[in-house]
């Protein structure tokens, strides 16, 4: 399958994290059946690095109890704080030559990635990335770009406009764009990132979230990224959006745990769909039960859910109003 011209091995990628921040690591998602791995993202600043010392993890279930460390089960939101891959550009390009090479022989492609600091900068690693992955994919809607000056978070067109393009001149491969949800218009920066010389657009990052433990504090300490199943509708607005009104591939992320999600994103417009919280989760055994839920899965399903979907203007009224039955509920109990 083609995504921006990048020839993938199926739709379910793995996504960017410390999971695919090794050799080791990337080889385990390519061998347990990957369609494309995407590598743990890097950029020119120290302090993004540092920022991995002070990394956390907490998992929280779904009545928001957190977990003690290392405990974490389906379904379970995961808040956290990290920062980039700790290596230098050359010792980088190394491990991910291996990684390209091993995923080769499996038709499996590992993509380079960068999460935005200077776009100057991030147009120069992405012109050294260019010459050992197929595909990079530039990073500009870090939701820790809210607290760190290290990584930025772009959430106007112009922005998007002017790093994208800083960086597509540079680049000689495929460019993916991974954009923030947190905008108000993620279709304008989509459309903005795809005018720049995007191939391809990543729908969405995660969101900033904050927790209170009740004692005076936070859970992590600090503000936080938030990943959950909950996210799951939140992405698909904008990867439905963006399907409907422009023509950019899009992969979709940030919410898919399941089969299920996977192929509500496929639904919704996306051509693959890169996971991460599930993989922290459940391990290698979920990504080959993604992969193999969605092996039959053709083209033309994708987007296919807008066929049957409305704006509200051409809604017709159901026989009796939906509310009514939570309305009586309310109105009788407690009489
Ligand atoms: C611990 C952790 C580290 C991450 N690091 C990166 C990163 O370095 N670069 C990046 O583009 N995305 C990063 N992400 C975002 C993921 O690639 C993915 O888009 C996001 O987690 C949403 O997908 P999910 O709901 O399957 O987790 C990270 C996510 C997690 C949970």
Redesign the pocket.
């Known amino acids: 399958m083609d995504v921006g011209g990048l020839v993938a091995a199926g739709p379910v990628w793995v ?4 999971l695919t921040m090794s050799l080791d690591g990337i080889v385990a998602c390519v061998d347990a059946g990957a369609g494309a791995v995407v590598a ?2 890097v950029n020119e600043s120290a302090a993004a690095r540092r920022q991995l010392d002070i990394a956390d ?1 907490a998992f929280v279930s779904g009545d928001r109890q957190v977990r003690p460390p290392g405990r974490a089960y389906p379904g379970d939101g ?1 808040l ?1 704080r ?1 920062g ?1 891959a700790q290596v230098d550009l050359d010792d980088w390009l190394g491990i991910l030559a291996a990684g390209v090479a091993h995923g080769a022989a499996q038709g499996c492609p590992v993509v380079g ?1 960068i ?1 935005l600091g200077d776009p100057a900068a991030a147009a120069r690693i992405g012109r050294a990335l260019a010459d050992v992955v197929p595909a990079v ?1 530039l ?1 500009i809607g ?1 939701p820790h770009g809210r607290e760190a000056r290290a990584v930025r978070q772009l959430t106007e067109v112009d922005g998007v406009r002017d790093a994208v393009r800083t960086v597509r001149a540079a680049v000689g491969v495929p460019l993916f764009v ?1 954009l923030p949800g947190q905008a108000s218009d993620v279709v304008a920066l989509a459309r903005a990132a795809r005018s720049a010389g995007a191939d391809a657009v990543g729908l969405v ?2 969101y900033p979230g904050f927790l209170p433990d009740l004692d005076g504090g936070a859970v992590l300490g600090s503000w936080g990224a938030w ?1 959950s199943p909950g ?1 799951l509708p939140m992405s698909l607005y904008w990867v439905s959006k963006a399907f409907q009104q422009l023509d950019v591939p899009i992969v979709g ?4 745990r399941t089969v299920t999600d996977v192929l509500r994103f496929l639904a919704s417009g996306a051509r693959a769909v ?5 993989l ?1 989760i459940g391990g290698p055994a979920v990504l080959r039960e993604l992969v193999d839920g969605v092996a039959e899965v053709g083209d033309d399903f994708v987007g296919s859910a807008l066929a049957g979907t409305r704006e509200y203007a051409d809604v017709p009224p159901p026989p009796s109003p939906a509310w009514e039955p939570y309305t009586a509920r309310w109105m009788s109990s407690g009489r």
Do not use: D, I, M, P
């Open positions: 996504g960017s994290s410390e743990k993202s993890y995961l956290n990290s980039l990635s999460t994919e990073n870090a991974k990052g995660r990943s996210c992320t940030n919410g898919a890169e996971v991460v919280t599930a922290w």
